[in-house]
């Protein structure tokens, strides 16, 4: 069995460009060393012309039983 762990990171719009306000490789870092284990970063299109406002960290790991 398995938990799931989801960390919102926002965008900023820099330049026409779309950056991430936090570091999120030191994100998944942090996860890792906790057990966590990255399983998919998901951009979900909610913004303006359909880009992404944030993304969606996804993070599993199992259930100690």
Known sequence: ?????FVEIELKNSLAKL???ENYQAIVHEHAAEGWRLVQIFAPSIASYGTAAFYELI???SVES
């Open 19 to 21: 950056k991430p306000k």
């Open 1 to 5: 069995m398995y938990e799931y762990k």
């Open 59 to 61: 993070f599993e790991r």
